[in-house]
């Protein structure tokens, strides 16, 4: 009971740490705002927005995903190190093993909600986007208005009731700013949820491309295979060379299958490199769901089996050097 | 008496990042603390003491040599919970808000909900920030998080307190009042390790010290003995019965040669400061810095032999 009273108030303080930190706000802000543009900047493509407004969402959620997850992966650890909050943990009765693996918990959780407000953004991104309707009446080219107005309303509500609260109450600006911003979108998301896309109501319709949903979330396994690489490096290198290393791993990691995969069958030290580095491609499905492909529930359970196996490699080698690390 | 802190030869070599040895942090060191005793760690700057404190808590990995922490390996799960750290810098999570940390590091010990929550407003009283409670720490001044370091320390009633320059960014009145404790606690029979090399600081609190210099152990032992000068003798008269000072020299020195000394004893500054905050405090003089603090919380004070009780005149601190 103890340890995992333990293990819960570090990964909350992980996460907790992180969400206050004004740029966890800054990326989720930037990136659902700039979500709900795309059906706006991308008007009157001929029946390509959907698919325009889906993939540049889900890039988008990726991007951003990996700032997030990076940042929070190698300054929490990094900075704790050097900084010396991990000692003053580390002196109470936890084990190297707990602090390190809830740190991992907290920033996956962390990844987790914003991937959450990602996902609701890139649904209601899709819902707004223009679309051909072959309706005697309503037909045409369609664009969902009033859906965008609450989304863009919604973020500008946020952004004023956390400024009220931090004024009147002192409550965090930062994550009551996050925790009203996925608020608003959840309830945009449910309200929107009983119209159809002409505005009229009806009850239960849920009008959305539900296909992004596990698009979405195999971006969130890749962030939790990221996190934990970005963890495993912060024990050995300071925030800033992380950071850099972080970015080196995600750019060979893309191009895994063209500059490592096309050769495995003629080199051994390809093959090895192919099996070794993290497929970022893997998690990347968006093109399946071009003309009206869906991801399947296999791949889903597949892809979350490798990031589980890749994370705990991964995680168990960063632990080693942790245990053998000098703290404080 | 079973000692609460044993250490063998410990060696401690930091490296680069290539594993090649770059500085010699502590060398062979030889120390033992007995279980109810307060002892003080003393040296210059970059002696080791710090080093040494963190290799006593499990932080640093010994490259030579052994440690035992209260009959256990200092990095034992089962001894950290007898432990109670004050780190030399003020190390906290700077978004949590003061009852926040101390709620945070009560929940990793076996402390139950509405004791941690006793605990945490007891000692927010006690370092007088009762007030600033619900402000980030990030925004606290050195004193200010210095004092709530010093509250985590003591949320899980440790058996073993280390203090790594306790009194270090504090004013007079938080430096008498970790002294306060430091005595509190002994009367409690806790083990006290104090790092410091404020010497006036040591000198009133520790039973035994230890100096180090560039890793080292040089000098070892009570501090009565260490600091007795035995080839001289200090009388203290009421001046009434002394007479004039002049008439007094002159005899003393024709009885006992030219090295006699006459004149009036002199307070510590410490003592005075107190004494004038003390009387401005009388006048209820508006205070807008760190709020009065209480005493020492009652978990901390209670002893077998009955209550604790405050020591009495500023100059004996």
Not at chain 2, 196 to 225: F, M, P, T
Request: charged letters at 20%; a neutral charge.
């Amino acid at each position: 009971m103890l340890r995992f009273r333990q293990f819960t108030a570090l990964a909350a303080l992980a996460a907790g740490e992180s969400l206050r930190q004004p740029i966890f706000l800054l990326l989720s802000l930037t990136c659902v705002a700039w979500m709900a543009a795309l059906p706006v900047v991308l008007m009157h493509k001929f029946g390509e927005d959907g698919k325009l407004v889906r993939e540049g969402a889900l890039a988008l959620h990726f991007v951003f995903g990996i700032l997030v997850t990076g940042h929070a992966a190698s300054w929490s650890l990094a900075r704790e190190m050097r900084g010396g909050t991990a000692a003053a943990v580390l002196t109470k009765p936890v084990g190297r093993d707990m602090f390190y693996l809830a740190k991992y918990a907290g920033i996956v959780s962390v990844a987790v909600a914003f991937s959450v407000c990602a996902a609701l953004a890139t649904l209601l991104s899709e819902r707004v986007s223009e679309r051909f309707v072959a309706d005697p009446v309503l037909g045409g080219y369609v664009t969902d208005w009033n859906t965008a107005r609450m989304v863009f309303s919604g973020i500008i509500v946020s952004l004023v009731v956390a400024g009220v609260l931090n004024y009147r109450w002192r409550f965090p600006f930062q994550s009551s700013g996050f925790g009203l911003l996925a608020g608003m979108l959840l309830l945009t998301f449910i309200v929107r949820g009983q119209f159809d896309i002409h505005g009229r109501l009806s009850p239960m319709l849920w009008a959305y491309d539900w296909r992004i949903v596990p698009a979405s979330l195999l971006i969130t396994l890749a962030l939790a295979v990221f996190a934990a690489i970005a963890l495993a490096l912060s024990t050995r290198f300071p925030a800033a060379p992380t950071v850099a290393a972080c970015c080196g791993v995600l750019l060979v990691g893309l191009v895994s299958d063209y500059v490592f995969g096309t050769a495995a069958s003629r080199s051994f030290a390809a093959a090895t490199l192919h099996r070794v580095l993290p497929n970022w491609q893997n998690f990347w499905m968006a093109d399946a769901l071009a003309d009206g492909g869906v991801i399947p529930g296999w791949y889903l359970l597949e892809a979350a089996t490798y990031a589980g196996v890749y994370s705990a490699a991964v995680l168990a080698l960063g632990l080693t050097f942790f245990r053998r690390s000098d703290v404080g | 008496m079973e000692p609460a802190v044993k250490t063998r030869g410990l060696t401690k070599v930091f490296a680069d990042f290539w594993c090649r040895p770059r500085v010699r942090a502590v060398s062979g060191l030889d120390l033992d603390i007995v279980r109810g005793e307060v002892f003080g760690l003393l040296g210059p700057n970059g002696s080791g003491k710090s080093t040494t404190i963190k290799l006593l808590l499990g932080l640093l990995h010994p490259s030579a040599g052994s440690v035992e922490v209260l009959s256990r390996r200092p990095d034992d799960v089962a001894t950290k919970k007898l432990i109670g750290y004050l780190p030399e810098e003020s190390y906290l999570y700077r978004y949590l808000t003061a009852r926040e940390t101390l709620d945070f590091y009560g929940r990793l010990f076996d402390i139950g909900a509405r004791q941690r929550a006793e605990r945490t407003e007891q000692l927010l009283e006690m370092v007088g920030l009762a007030q600033a409670a619900d402000r980030p720490v990030g925004e606290f001044s050195k004193g200010m998080a210095r004092r709530i370091g010093l509250a985590q320390a003591l949320i899980n009633d440790p058996a073993l307190l280390v203090l790594d320059e306790p009194t270090s960014g504090l004013d007079p009145i938080g430096c008498r009042q970790i002294k306060d404790l430091i005595v509190a606690l002994a009367k409690r029979g806790k083990t006290i390790l104090l790092c410091s090399h404020l010497l006036a600081d040591v000198e009133d609190v520790c039973d035994r010290i230890a100096i180090l210099y560039n890793g080292r152990l040089r000098a070892q032992g009570r501090v009565k003995d260490l600091l007795r000068e035995s080839a001289r003798v200090r009388i203290t008269l009421p001046s009434e019965a002394a007479g004039p000072e002049e008439k007094l020299e002159e005899e003393m020195r024709r009885r006992f040669g030219p090295e006699v000394e006459v004149g009036h004893p002199v307070i510590e500054l410490e003592s005075f400061f107190l004494d004038v905050v003390q009387k401005a405090r009388e006048g209820h003089e508006p205070d807008s810095g760190v709020g009065h603090e209480a005493g020492v919380p009652e978990y901390l004070r209670e002893t077998a032999a009955g209550p604790y009780v405050p020591r009495g005149g500023g100059g004996e601190c």
